[in-house]
């Protein structure tokens, strides 16, 4: 009886907390909203409820296009994803290759790809469900890789004692191990479609709510842009939670580790690593030149290697170009970079103190989720009205872009210490910060890097977005003047160029992770 009563306790509190910490959210909203009242810079719930009620049947309308867009690009992008991982598994020896190319095509700045798809789809849905799939497929293929080996080795000598091969292994042994990862990354993906579907309406799309939104911003409508970053967010946390109860529905449960995958020694791996990099720039300079002759698009806008080759290095005004989009990246990068640090080590700071003070995460984890669901179309211009078009804007706009999903992995990561641990640690008396550092910490550390991976990409849309959107500097700026003058050599260059600049992070970082991981983690380092 008592037992059965502490649960109701439990469950009770377990709804209370984020009830009230809403309440409290959309108290302090209202009151800043009235003490900025003349500002252009925050709309209240009640003004928001208003405008809503005024424009239901547009705002209704426009909601309906972009997810009917996001909902499609999503579909897309992870059966993508789910194809390659499969492939990757079954085809071992092309995991590498896989990988590759998808990290390299994940890592095209929308804000680039957004004008070109444009002017190669024309009119209609086609640039929203691209980059909407773009948005989405690495955020599954990631995580779907690693559930496809997270599988124990016993359950495939079963398999095999049994005379079956791969294809029986994939099937019932390494899809129901899978099973709870890939919902952590369509989770992920739900927010990201949204996003991706905004991003092509601003490339020139007539309905949905890119464009509304793009409206509201250029005439100042405070209460409408905040009104149609309230309703993405709604939509988007919809989503997330919706596939959040079919995961619990399956009993999946919560993934062990998410996001971390194993990394291959390089001193094993021999020539192989040298010859890699090549390859993989080999088959996408292929794919590239295929797809533009195959679909026989004209050289003016859809421009081949040798276009972006010639106007960066054999071209007469080359040393121009090259100056031009090296000062711009450098101004870019000089900002995102420490919006990048900052992001990372607030996500880790509040996810340690959320593990410290349980009580404290019930009601700040629902309002990071909510937060994090909020297109950064809508909140890069007001942050940038409020903190001015400096340096100070765009660092907070790239710091907020990777913190929350930082806090989640983070948090994620700590919250899966092996309960056998934690009780060692308690058979001693340790103190909560002792089993947070020799314990708990290094357990968070594969998804800790897995987001700093992630985060390398996002940092630079972010910062791009800032520039295209609200600053008109950088290689964001450049990008939007160039857009919009067809300028498609400077373009196409500035996607190649961005790409390439958010690889090296990514590997980067991945090195870094492999040299921690060598000290706190050394089973993650073999296959």
Not at 358 to 374: D, E, F, Q
Not at 382 to 391: K, T, Y
């Amino acid at each position: 009886m008592t037992i059965a009563l502490q649960q109701l306790r439990r469950r009770g509190a377990d709804r209370f907390y984020p009830v009230l910490s809403a309440l409290v959210a959309l108290l302090v909203w209202e009151l800043l909203a009235r003490v900025f009242a003349h500002t252009y810079l925050i709309a209240g719930p009640l003004e928001i409820s208003r405008y809503l009620w005024d424009h239901a049947g547009l705002v209704a309308r426009a909601a309906g296009i972009t997810t009917l867009a996001a909902a499609l690009g999503f579909v897309l992008g992870n059966a993508v994803a789910i194809a390659l991982a499969v492939a990757a598994v079954l085809l071992p020896s092309l995991a590498r290759l896989i990988s590759a190319l998808a990290l390299v095509v994940f890592c095209l700045p929308l804000v680039a790809t957004g004008p070109i798809l444009r002017v190669i789809w024309g009119p209609g849905l086609g640039p929203q469900i691209t980059l909407a799939a773009l948005a989405v497929y690495y955020t599954t293929f990631l995580p779907l890789m690693v559930g496809l080996r997270a599988a124990p080795p016993s359950w495939f000598d079963l398999v095999r004692s049994y005379g079956r091969g791969r294809l029986s292994a994939l099937i019932e042994v390494r899809a129901m191990a899978s099973l709870p990862y890939l919902f952590a990354g369509l989770q992920i993906a739900a927010p990201a479609a949204f996003l991706g579907a905004m991003f092509g309406e601003f490339t020139g799309a007539e309905r949905g709510m890119g464009v509304l939104t793009i409206r509201a911003m250029r005439s100042l409508d405070v209460a409408g842009t905040w009104a149609l970053a309230s309703t993405a967010a709604a939509i988007s946390m919809l989503a997330y939670a919706g596939l959040g109860r079919l995961s619990r529905a399956l009993n999946t449960g919560p993934p062990p580790l998410i996001l971390a995958p194993l990394l291959e020694d390089g001193r094993r791996a021999g020539w192989r690593v040298l010859l890699h990099p090549f390859l993989v720039a080999l088959v996408l300079l292929a794919i590239w030149w295929l797809s533009m002759e195959g679909a026989a698009l004209s050289p003016f806008f859809a421009k081949r290697p040798a276009d972006v080759w010639a106007f960066l290095i054999t071209a007469p005004e080359a040393a121009a170009h090259r100056a031009t989009l090296g000062s711009a990246l450098l101004e870019t990068l000089v900002l995102a970079l420490p919006g990048y640090l900052l992001g990372l080590m607030l996500g880790l700071g509040l996810a340690i103190a959320l593990v410290l003070a349980p009580r404290l995460a019930r009601g700040v984890m629902p309002a990071a989720v909510a937060l994090r669901t909020i297109p950064i179309v809508i909140t890069a211009p007001l942050i940038v009205v409020a903190l001015g078009r400096g340096a100070t804007g765009t660092i907070t706009i790239v710091a907020l872009m990777i913190f929350f999903p930082s806090l989640v992995a983070c948090y994620q990561g700590l919250a899966r210490t092996p309960r056998q641990v934690l009780d060692l640690f308690d058979s001693y008396a340790a103190s909560p910060l002792r089993r947070m550092a020799s314990a708990q910490f290094p357990a968070m550390l594969p998804a800790f890097f897995a987001a700093a991976r992630m985060a390398v990409p996002a940092a630079i849309l972010a910062a791009t977005t800032a520039e295209w959107l609200a600053t008109g500097r950088g290689i964001g700026g450049l990008m939007a003047l160039t857009a919009s003058t067809s300028g498609y050599g400077m373009l196409w260059s500035a996607v190649v160029v961005l790409a390439v600049v958010a690889v090296a992070g990514y590997v980067v970082v991945a090195q870094i992770e492999r040299a921690v991981l060598r000290i706190y983690g050394a089973e993650q380092l073999t296959r």
